[in-house]
């Protein structure tokens, strides 16, 4: 299956829209297969490749959430990500295999992968925005917002993660605004500005992180419908497994119920409590799939921002900075709906927010607003333009519940007509809807294998 080029463009055995973790997690797999005289390209604006939403941060203090020894690109090969660090003098395997490694040694631990494998133009990074991609002839031509279209058989979505914007209803014109994946902006921040965080996940903790380290001495109000912050890891322990096929034909009232009871017994047998969730880790998958619509809307309407919490936890050390600044007085995190966001007239802004257990708003000021707020999961209202092109040209369509776009077991897009394209595929993000675990290493570098394997089978 080839595409036939035209006179300006290039031709490749595979483009890769994205070159964060997920898309260079692709491309390390491809290269493995070791096929004689493959040309790769990956598409990212970035100059550097394997940063994403979640590796470009350049702050020491911003940690994986994952321990070293859990965190191998290469699932084959458990110690791959040790040995990077210990031949970058980091420390030994067996010291460094319990430690939560900064964020940034990962990203250039995948570029230090890519490049071992890459010989001469196998891997050809394309510095630009992909806009379009439309089926020309037996294959695909991607297009860019500069330079000549790239043509290719097979196309890989790897687009990763899009923050979710402020309504502009809730704002007023002169409020200032950082975005928390922006590092740069949040460290910017004056020392002793009023900061209102508005989220409080893990974009909220990097922000709280980014703001210490820069040494701010202001107030911190963090402010979310629930107030609850992610919980920290426990010592690692026996990830023997948990076995989930008694809660496959249960709702999900059913299986929190379940859930605290083993967490309940596992406590009462001097466990920690995240143990129990860890060894439910390897069925994320089954146990989303295994849910109808109404079931899943449940989740996503009670249990979602519980869930959260316990599953998506942060390094013990970075919790322990949280509650420092909390006992201190400088971080309060607070559970209540954002109303409006107005100008104070002695500067800065005010924040409107009913507070969750509490009969009238309360009002508080604040010089600067961090939006922390999360991803969005809706193709439709994610910015860019490729997307929105794919969904007008019905290449694509939401996913499940109108969460990423839809696609089959194994990573083919389902196209507006119900018809998986095995040509055209999608990793980690954009998967959410159909698998709800799909942004983490476990999972991306096992979707990964799959793809590569389905471009250059055997």
Known sequence: MTPDPGPDEDMFDAVIVGGGAAGVLVAIRLLMQGVAGARIAIVEPDAELARGAAYATRQPEHLLNVVAARMSAIAEQPDHFLQFLERAGAGSADELAPRFMPRRDYARYLRD?????????????????????????????????????????????????????????????????????DDSAVATVPPDADVCILGSGLSMVDAVLTLAAAGHRGRVLVLSRH????????????????????????????????????????????EPWQWSLDRLRPHGQRLWRSLDAVERRRFLRHAVRYWDIHRHRIAPEVAATLEVLRADGRLEIAAGRLRAVTADPAGGSCVHF??????????????????????????????????????????????????????????????????????????????????????????????ARGIAAAIHPG
């Open 227 to 270: 107030g609850l912050a992610p919980l920290p890891h426990a010592a690692p322990g026996p990830h023997a497994d948990a076995g989930v096929d008694e809660w496959l034909p249960l709702g999900v009232r059913a299986r929190w119920q379940l859930l605290r009871q083993r967490i309940d017994t596992a406590v009462a047998a001097g």
């Open 113 to 181: 992968t890519l490049s071992s494998l890459a010989s001469g133009e196998a891997i050809v990074h394309v510095r630009a925005h992909a806009v379009d991609i439309e089926r020309s002839g037996r294959g695909y031509r991607v297009h860019l917002d500069a330079g000549a279209p790239l043509a290719a058989p097979h196309v890989v979505l790897a687009v990763g993660n899009a923050p979710r914007p402020l309504p502009a209803y809730l704002l007023h014109p002169g409020v200032r605004i950082a975005e928390a994946w």
């Open 354 to 447: 009913k507070p969750r257990h509490a009969g009238r708003e309360h009002m508080r000021h604040a010089d600067w607003i961090v939006n922390a707020t999360g991803v969005e999961t809706n193709i439709d209202l994610r910015p860019g333009t490729l997307l929105q092109a794919l969904r007008a040209r019905g290449t694509v369509l939401p996913g499940p519940l109108g969460i990423g776009i839809a696609s089959t077991a194994d990573g083919q897009v389902v196209d507006a007509r119900g018809r998986p394209d095995p040509h055209l595929h999608v990793i980690g993000a954009l998967r959410i809807g159909e698998l709800w675990e799909s942004i983490a290493i476990p999972e991306l570098r096992e979707q």
